[in-house]
């Protein structure tokens, strides 16, 4: 079971991503976004599985000039930046929290 | 190949999480390691998605069939639904559009490729598109001791066929198998054949209990008079029909030449009639004639010779590899018998057909069918067996869009360059005539005949082979065997 819980500070949102980061995880995490927010901080500690919607999603969201920070993605995350080949335009090191 | 579950599902992206789920637990259990399974949960994830998003744009409310397969050496799921028409090739995933406009057309389905070891898509027509993903288990060390099995087994079988026993045994009895007896079929394997056999479920006490109390499979064991198994036999009933294929059959070195393996045949035929099985098929590879010639002195009759039939692997009295994949004969033994049936034959295999009926003393009316009005829609079942690169089309129903259907799915396949496609065409379906003078244009030849096969139907079997084939080392028992390898032979040689 896939389930989304958000907080929202300011320009800013909380998100922890339970189960997978899929098509729906990215509709859910769409609703729940309003124009002012410009910072996502996503915990996916407890998400087992992310699929090219989930990184597709989170690409779109860095190119249109947002700021991220993923908490303990999926090891399954890195081999598909890998193989989309878009490592190479992501600062993961900025953008992976300790 | 078992099918383990199927979905009907609804078009509905709540529905990726949980399948992607059961497909993660499920592969753990056929053997992926959990990181192989999490790469294949992914590949159904894409697959979804992507037929959520592009065949059902706009609507929720379709369903689509989600089968999971396994077997011994990889785990399959097959995706079937009838959304709006889209290719996967036409959908090339480029990095440089993805970053500088934005555009990620094709990265599911780049990601599908990556995570399975195949995946092939099935355009079947107005019979909508099916898509197959399968993922390889990992068992490198067993490939190793397949190639030593194949060996050690003709070894085997040639110190069977010409050596005296070492233990004159007296006396010995045979029994059906229970799940009891799981343990003791371990070790006759394990004794026999070291930790060689192919079929690594026979080692597993647990997994033969699983499958004798399912009825998955059944058999006898024989004992001496002390209680040591020494000989083991089972057949293994096919799902769709009332045959079984007899398989696994071993007896201890050291007590051969005693008639242990004749009294094990002979109570499987028993077992087979209390079971009203209509017949037993046993497949018999053609490098040597040891298995047709163990099947020849049961009453088996050899009905079809099938090319190509399982991937190279070594031999004993070969140098090398065998040189080319293996063909393999398949003998039937009626066991009950059977109503007359009326069967429509294409003229060009009409004799050869008769003569294989006559042979297996099966009584049928032949009758040359004729035109009528075809259904809508054709119904055609595909298996495909990753290992040797071969599939199975088993036509149902003849629909009036036959041609193009069975063209689309022939041209899908040979996309993945197979070794073999079959076919297999229903000989009670009055249609059968006419519609197989329509696929002529598909370089189809013979295979032969495989009485009750599906759905306890007779078939015609049909092959397309891909492979260069040396007919003078594939090695036929009987008279007639050698008759349907003569005519394959030159259909094969003149094949455009």
């Known amino acids: 079971m896939n389930t989304v819980t958000t907080r929202k500070e300011g320009k800013k949102l909380t998100i922890t991503v339970r189960g997978d980061f899929n098509l729906r995880t990215k509709k859910l995490i769409l609703s729940r976004i309003n124009p002012a927010v410009n910072t996502l901080i996503i915990n996916l500690m407890d998400c087992e599985r992310i699929d090219s919607e989930g990184v597709i999603f989170l690409h779109r969201w860095l190119k249109n000039g947002n700021s991220l920070q993923l908490i303990e993605p999926p090891a399954i995350f890195f081999e598909i930046l890998e193989l989309l080949d878009l490592d190479r335009s992501w600062d993961l090191k900025k953008i992976i929290a300790d | ?496």
């Open chain 2, 1 to 496: 190949m078992s099918m383990d579950a199927t979905f009907h599902i609804s078009t509905d992206e709540k529905i990726i999480n949980p399948v992607c789920d059961f497909t993660h637990s499920w592969g753990v259990n056929c053997g992926l390691t959990k990181g192989d399974a999490l790469r294949f949960s992914v590949a159904v994830s894409e697959l979804i998605t992507d037929i959520i998003l592009f065949a059902f744009p706009d609507d929720s409310k379709q369903t689509l069939e989600i089968k999971f397969f396994h077997t011994f050496d990889y785990v399959e799921i097959v995706v079937c639904e009838l959304g709006e028409p889209f290719d996967p090739d036409l959908h090339t995933y480029d990095s440089q559009k993805a970053i500088n406009d934005n555009n990620f057309d094709g990265a599911g389905f780049l990601l599908i490729k990556s995570f399975c070891d195949d995946f092939s898509f099935i355009n079947k027509g107005k019979e909508g598109k099916e898509f197959r993903l399968a993922k390889y288990v990992q068992i490198h060390e067993i490939d190793e001791l397949l190639q030593q099995s194949a060996e050690q087994r003709e070894s085997e079988l040639q110190s069977d066929e010409n050596q005296d026993s070492t233990v004159n045994l007296k006396e010995f009895s045979v029994t059906r198998i229970r799940t009891t007896d799981a343990v003791d079929i371990a070790k006759i394997f394990y004794r026999t054949y070291g930790y060689t056999y192919n079929n690594e479920d026979i080692y597993l006490p647990k997994k033969i209990e699983s499958s004798v109390l399912a009825k998955d499979k059944l058999g006898v064991i024989a004992r001496k008079k002390d209680g040591e198994a020494i000989g083991y036999f089972a057949v293994i009933p096919k799902n769709n029909s009332r045959i079984a294929k007899v398989a696994e059959a071993v007896v201890s070195p050291g007590y051969r030449r005693n008639g242990v393996m004749s009294s094990m045949m002979e109570h499987l035929i028993e077992i087979a009639k209390s079971r009203q099985l209509n017949m037993l098929l046993g497949e018999a590879v053609t490098i040597h004639p040891v298995s047709q010639k163990v099947n020849n002195k049961y009453g088996y009759t050899t009905t079809a010779l099938q090319l190509a039939s399982t991937v190279n692997v070594k031999y004993k009295g070969f140098d090398e590899d065998y040189p080319q994949p293996v063909s393999v004969a398949l003998d039937f033994l009626p066991i009950l018998p059977t109503d007359k049936n009326t069967v429509f034959l294409p003229d060009k295999y009409s004799d050869i057909i008769l003569e294989t009926y006559d042979k297996l003393g099966i009584d049928v009316n032949p009758d040359a069918g004729s035109n009528r009005h075809l259904a809508e829609t054709s119904d055609i079942d595909l298996e495909i067996n990753y290992s040797s690169s071969s599939s199975l089309i088993v036509v149902k129903r003849y629909g009036s869009d036959f041609f193009n259907v069975l063209s689309d799915i022939v041209s899908s396949l040979e996309e993945k360059s197979p070794n073999t496609l079959l076919l297999d065409l229903p000989l009670e379906n009055r249609s059968t005539p006419d519609q197989f003078k329509t696929i002529a244009a598909l370089n189809f030849i013979y295979c032969g005949v495989l009485p009750h096969y599906h759905f306890n139907a007779d078939f015609l079997r049909l092959q397309k082979v891909y492979s260069d084939i040396d007919f003078s080392i594939i090695d036929i028992y009987s008279d007639f065997g050698n008759k349907i390898k003569s005519l394959i032979a030159d259909e094969y040689r003149n094949n455009p």
